[in-house]
């Protein structure tokens, strides 16, 4: 067996790539498959406290490419699911200390034992952002419906063309129904029209993920959150399930009002 | 789309990043397009006669593909020899 390598990335930061990652990564764990995400923000560490592991690392990735420890020392398994592991990035050190070849080599050693790795990119074009892509077998491209998310995430699509990366998959992330019903935001049409890449998914705003990270419990563990089903339903297409899209973002505001008061959805 | 006048923001928000997108997707500034048309249109009007005030040049967008469109509409010849 031989795992997928999935990078998530946007260009902009801020949009939600580290949630997406905690959330994709739990999900997939949810339903039994074995998961490594590695955190490639080297210098600006996060995603150890949005799982709320942060109280148990001892190594980090530097010190598996610098031959400090083996890999399984580094990675950290998750406090409920006991197939879900996370690989901290560095804190101390910058991106230079990894390279495009050390992401290669470490996933090629995580994929015979894993069905998933899930790399979090940092934001920006350049080192950090070179290095999370060199090993993805696919791109997600995490954007909010607001003008300088879309913009940095078309870049980032072009620059994931002219590497010939495959085609990337889009993750519309704190969309708001009703702002896209009045249209003062731009909706999931508009987005994908300007982007000109498939959707993998469409996640509403939603205080919950908030609640999660401030717990260390990604928000796909709440079983009522909107957020968290957007999520759990991103993550069964990546298991190549074909999944209907939630009605968020129809101009039918009328009707999916009567849905949610009759718990339709 | 709405009962009011007043346009609203999410539809000017995608007008201005379909035109900026255009522009970072080619590298191209507005201002190189416009000399970019003008050279085309002196490159052309060297073989034939043209009317430069209704020529249309720019870029539109399918997909991620980028398009440089012309519509160049030539002054009639006919019209010309029989005057």
Avoid at chain 1, 101 to 119: G, Q, T, Y
Wanted: glycine share 6%; hydrophobic share 40%; proline share 4%.
């Amino acid at each position: 067996m031989t795992a997928q390598v999935i990078t998530v990335t946007s260009g902009k930061g801020g949009v939600g790539k580290t949630t997406a990652v905690a959330n994709l990564a739990t999900a997939l764990a949810m339903d039994g498959k074995r998961v490594v995400c590695i955190d490639g923000d080297i210098g600006l560490r996060n995603l150890d406290v949005v799982m709320g592991l942060e109280n148990r690392i001892v190594y980090d990735i530097v010190d598996v490419i610098e031959g400090r420890c083996k890999l399984k020392q580094a990675m950290i398994r998750d406090k409920k699911y006991p197939e879900l592991y996370m690989i901290p990035a560095a804190q101390t050190r910058d991106k230079n200390a990894v390279s495009p070849s050390d992401m290669v080599r470490i996933c090629n050693d995580l994929k015979p034992d894993s069905d998933f790795v899930i790399i979090d990119s940092p934001a920006g074009i350049e080192r950090g952002f070179r290095n999370a892509i060199a090993a993805a077998d696919r791109v997600l491209v995490v954007t909010n419906p607001e003008v300088s998310a879309v913009r940095d995430a078309d870049r980032v699509v072009g620059i994931l063309e002219a590497e010939e990366k495959g085609n990337p998959s889009l993750i519309l992330n704190r969309l708001n129904p009703t702002l896209v019903r009045n249209n003062d935001m731009l909706s999931a049409e508009d987005v994908l029209d300007l982007l000109g890449i498939q959707l993998i998914g469409i996640v509403p705003e939603d205080e919950n993920v908030i609640i999660g990270s401030n717990k260390g419990a990604p928000v796909v563990t709440d079983a009522k959150s909107r957020a968290g089903q957007a999520f759990r339903n991103i993550s069964k297409r990546l298991q190549g399930q074909d999944v209907p899209f939630m009605d968020l973002d129809s101009q039918s505001g009328l009707w999916s009002a009567i849905q949610r008061i009759t718990g339709r959805k | 789309m709405n009962f009011f006048t007043r346009k609203k923001s999410a539809t000017s928000a995608k007008e201005r990043l379909q035109l900026v997108l255009v522009h970072d997707r080619t590298d191209l500034t507005p201002a190189q397009l416009e000399a970019l048309k003008d050279d085309l249109l002196k490159a052309i009007s060297k073989y034939i006669e043209i009317d430069p005030d209704a020529v249309q040049i720019g870029l539109e967008r399918d997909g991620r593909e980028q398009r440089l469109v012309a519509d160049i509409p030539l002054r009639s010849v006919t019209r010309n020899r029989a005057g």
